[in-house]
């Protein structure tokens, strides 16, 4: 199947500061890619979708001030953590869509806030 | 009327049995229906996957079987290992929108 990254794997952060997470999809062109977060023993919440070029779109209840999308291109998304807090620690992942249909998942970034 | 409803939510099984995972859905119109795997701190991999046209679908040891009057899809898995042990999750989409809608997940275990 299609390899997606993810970069860092983990982080440490202080509260206050911001984090950015890289998502590459390897060996495809990915027009539109998604961001989850992921609780423990939970399932897969998608906090937004990112179509390339253009502004990402945000579930009910996710604060696009403070998770910043960013699709520059058809390889690429970014999630920026601004301003983080303890509460934002979590599991973050990303998909990217190879069409028409199959969705792949990179490894995840386990997020830290102290 | 956007949900996948998944059963069991654990399941344990000896080296060798069959799990299967159940999944239901009401939007007739999702016509794309994926399983994935997780294990333990990584990201879902896609295990395999379906569309309405057939109504099962084998790949290995996994089989998808799926039964469109119904608005159910399951996942088979032959011959388990105890490497199979994993959460599960199955999911639909609908081919214009870009979303998948996930089930809230299987812990499987297998035993020894």
């Known amino acids: 199947g299609a390899v997606v990254s993810q970069h860092p794997s983990r982080v440490i952060c202080k509260s206050g500061t911001s984090v950015k997470i890289e998502c590459r999809s390897l060996?495809?062109?990915?027009?539109?890619m998604f961001w989850y977060r992921q609780f423990p023993k939970q399932s897969l919440m998608l906090m937004a979708t990112?179509?390339?070029?253009?502004?990402?779109?945000?579930e009910q209840g996710v604060e696009k001030d403070k998770f910043l999308i960013n699709h520059a291109s058809l390889t690429l998304s970014t999630l920026t953590v601004t301003s983080a807090h303890p509460e934002d620690s979590s599991f973050y992942i990303c998909s990217a869509k190879d069409p028409p249909y199959e969705q792949y998942f990179g490894p995840g970034t386990r997020l830290t806030v102290t | 009327q956007q949900q996948v409803k998944q059963s069991p939510q654990s399941l344990i099984v000896q080296k060798g049995g069959i799990p299967i995972i159940n999944c239901a859905y009401e939007n007739t119109a999702f016509d794309y229906f994926p399983w994935y795997q997780q294990f333990p701190g990584k990201g879902p991999a896609l295990l395999i996957a379906?569309?309405?046209?057939?109504s099962e679908k084998k790949e290995g040891r996994f089989t998808i079987s799926f039964n469109k009057s119904a608005k159910q899809f399951s996942l088979h898995i032959m011959d388990s290992q105890p490497g199979d042990s994993a959460t599960y999750f199955c999911a639909a989409g609908e081919g214009g929108s870009e979303k998948l809608v996930f089930g809230k997940g299987t812990k499987l275990t297998v035993n020894p």
């Open positions: 379906i569309r309405p046209d057939v």
């Open positions: 990112s179509n390339e070029g253009s502004k990402a779109t945000y």
């Open positions: 060996d495809f062109q990915a027009t539109t």
